[in-house]
């Protein structure tokens, strides 16, 4: 599980990236947590029907451990076209997210950001790796290892369900009552 020759790392922890304002974050302030990572874009036909349902699983979870990170994206359809900034402030003022936005980002091709292609080449489909559109999710578990890849129309709240096929346990919630501990 982890990297692939053209991607090193083996966790998310080992990564960087950049909040909506530029300043980087260190992804390693995340080990320990269950996180929910998503590609998201105001312009898109599924985004009402994801930003409510993402709060709605961060409300529940985050005290018990999830954390879920946004990053906007432009490659579909430019249906992302604002600054990360305006993203920000967008789902903070029509869905009241309290989630982070990170700074845009490229899912695809060789500009992919590296923790995008970390996360691709940990989980992939029966269609290969790419990412199909906005809204593509991708579980991780507390120590930073993909266990859960789920397309656009898949509700973040039916995650929560799902069993996991890497350890035959039930999503989310076990994971995150784990930290509890």
């Not at 922890?13 to 390693?28: C, P, R, T, Y």
């Not at 992302?80 to 700074?103: D, G, H, L, M, Q």
Request: hydrophobic share 35%.
């Amino acid at each position: 599980m982890g990297g692939s020759s053209s991607v090193p790392q083996k966790s998310i922890h080992e990564f960087a990236v950049k909040d909506s304002k530029g300043k980087e974050v260190d992804l390693s302030v995340y080990k320990g947590k269950v996180v929910l990572i998503v590609n998201v874009a105001s312009k898109c036909g599924f985004t009402n029907a994801n930003y409510p349902k993402l709060n709605e699983l961060y409300k529940k979870y985050n005290s018990k451990g999830l954390e879920i990170l946004a990053f906007p994206c432009n490659q579909f359809l430019k249906q992302e076209p604002e600054s990360s900034e305006k993203v920000e402030e967008f789902a903070c003022t029509r869905f009241n997210t309290e989630f982070p936005i990170f700074n845009k980002v490229r899912v695809n091709g060789p500009n992919a950001a590296p923790v995008y292609k970390f996360l691709k080449a940990s989980k992939g489909t029966i269609f290969g790796s790419s990412i199909k559109w906005n809204f593509t999710k991708f579980l991780v578990d507390k120590e930073g290892q993909v266990i859960g890849r789920y397309g656009t129309a898949t509700s973040p709240l039916s995650i929560e369900g799902r069993r996991s096929t890497r350890r035959g346990q039930r999503l989310i919630a076990p994971i995150c009552a784990a930290s509890q501990v």
